[in-house]
């Protein structure tokens, strides 16, 4: 049976666009979790130093949460079908590193060496700077796929930020690496920037370039080995990251930066032989620069035989590091359960024990328990930029994202990898909870182009308008 509408009037309204529900809400719920768990690891910092709840308490959780909620209104306004977990993971994160780098300002040992007291508040500032930068990308950056046409410029903007630090009277070298420029009293790591900016060149270049990149000349041993004349970008950064190894001495920046290239051209190819390749130069390059660079001989030795260069650093033999063994000693200290907040002594790491060996503070006083949850927290963040990289709906999008995504995981692994003894150290900085501010302002500038992107591919399509001379017509089924 089937009934036609008696009005003269026609249905000349457009039907609204359904699609998944914004998650803002959600967001906002996570948020405050977010923030009240570092709070409470901020009192309990304090009661276990001090036995008493920290003066400052009050102020730190009002600023985190200042922070935290001005974030969430511009996403709100200018992302709102943006992923409702990354905000919360790196405010989460954020905040529990402030704790640490607090606790830490508290050591007598550091103070009395003029290597802390101080550094939690000027966090905090890098912080908000942090914080500033991601309200910029959210209200400025309408749309990820403008940055494709900045793609050969990004690429020169990385080798200028790539190049700084070795400018005569600009660069710093601190500890062996040259990764540093000093700006009046404010010290600045190009390379983190520099990350981003690569990844954006990367993705625009292998958006136009992966059918070339994908044709294999030949097959051999079930791999299909690219053609000669292709190997070229892969060879050119190559050598880039090697640049950087030789004459930076940065071992942490070079595999980032590699690793990086190499995950977003297998994601546009498909093809394992490019992991294989990257894999196989990684090593030659390696241990070719090793074999002759004095810094990077003595991380190598640190990891093979830690407490060997733990009894020669104490004999003051000059070169010689005692950071490795001490960070074991701390994550042995831990145990399952940890110490608890405030309770154990990763300061006797010195200088290094609020920025390179901060995990080993959480390894220490949260245990293996507390210590698996962070990286199952950076874990979730890498996770929801490859859900987001899968649901963009642009090739550039897609390749943005999961380049984002990896160079993010990337840097997890070799920090923890290095403070771990998985690894060699080297120097790079755990994001978000290490004291720095180059490293929380890019990765908070990298967590709002995820959030742009994932407000992008989750925002519904609207539906075509109906026809204005088409009458509404309903079938009703017996």
Do not use: C
């Not at 210590?371 to 550039?396: H, K, N, Q, S």
């Amino acid at each position: 049976m089937s009934s036609t509408s008696n009005s003269p009037t026609h249905h000349t309204s457009t039907i609204g666009a359904i699609g998944a529900p914004s998650r803002r809400n959600t967001e906002l719920a996570l948020l405050v979790f977010a923030v009240l768990i570092p709070v409470f690891a901020y009192a309990n910092v304090g009661l276990a130093i001090n036995d008493e709840v920290p003066a400052g308490l009050l102020s730190y959780g009002l600023g985190l949460g200042l922070l935290a909620g001005v974030g969430h209104l511009v996403v709100r306004k200018f992302a709102p079908y943006a992923d409702p977990l990354l905000l919360p993971l790196a405010t989460l994160l954020n905040g529990l590193g402030l704790v640490a780098i607090w606790r830490l300002d508290q050591s007598e040992l550091l103070q009395t060496i003029k290597q802390a007291g101080t550094a939690a508040p000027r966090q905090l500032m890098y912080t908000a700077m942090g914080i500033a930068l991601f309200v910029a990308v959210m209200i400025f950056l309408k749309d990820h796929r403008v940055l494709q046409r900045y793609t050969y410029i990004s690429m020169v903007g990385a080798l200028f930020l790539l190049l700084l630090p070795l400018v005569p009277g600009l660069g710093k070298n601190i500890y062996g690496a040259k990764i540093w420029i000093q700006v009046g009293s404010f010290s600045i790591q190009p390379g983190e920037f520099a990350k981003i900016v690569l990844a954006i060149f990367f993705a625009g270049y292998l958006m136009v370039k992966r059918d070339a990149l994908a044709l294999a000349s030949r097959r051999f041993m079930g791999l299909y080995l690219p053609r000669g004349r292709d190997l070229g970008p892969i060879l050119v950064v190559w050598m880039v990251s090697i640049l950087i190894l030789i004459f930076e001495t940065d071992l942490g920046t070079s595999l980032l930066f590699f690793g990086m290239f190499v995950i977003m051209l297998y994601v546009a190819t498909e093809r394992t032989s490019w992991i294989v390749f990257g894999l196989m130069m990684s090593a030659v390059g390696a241990v070719g620069v090793a074999s002759f660079e004095p810094h990077i001989q003595q991380r190598v030795d640190a990891w093979l035989d830690p407490m060997g260069e733990f009894m020669l650093s104490r004999a003051n033999q000059i070169g010689h590091s005692e950071q490795a063994m001490q960070a074991l000693w701390a994550f042995g200290s831990g145990g399952t359960l940890g110490t608890g907040w405030g309770q154990g002594h990763s300061e006797l790491i010195r200088f290094a024990s609020n920025s390179d060996f901060i995990l080993a503070t959480f390894g220490e006083e949260l245990g293996l328990a507390g210590l698996m949850a962070l990286l199952l927290l950076y874990g979730l963040i890498v996770e929801r930029g490859i859900r987001t990289a899968l649901a963009a709906r642009d090739p550039f999008g897609k390749l943005l994202a999961i380049g984002l995504s990896g160079a993010f995981a990337l840097q997890v692994f070799v920090v923890a990898g290095g403070v771990m003894g998985l690894i060699p150290l080297t120097g790079m900085t755990m994001p978000f909870l290490a004291y720095g501010g180059s490293s929380v302002i890019a990765n908070w500038a990298l967590i709002g182009i995820l959030l742009r992107i994932s407000d992008t591919a989750r925002r519904p399509a609207p539906a075509a308008p109906a026809s204005p001379d088409a009458e509404m017509t309903q079938v009703v089924r017996p």
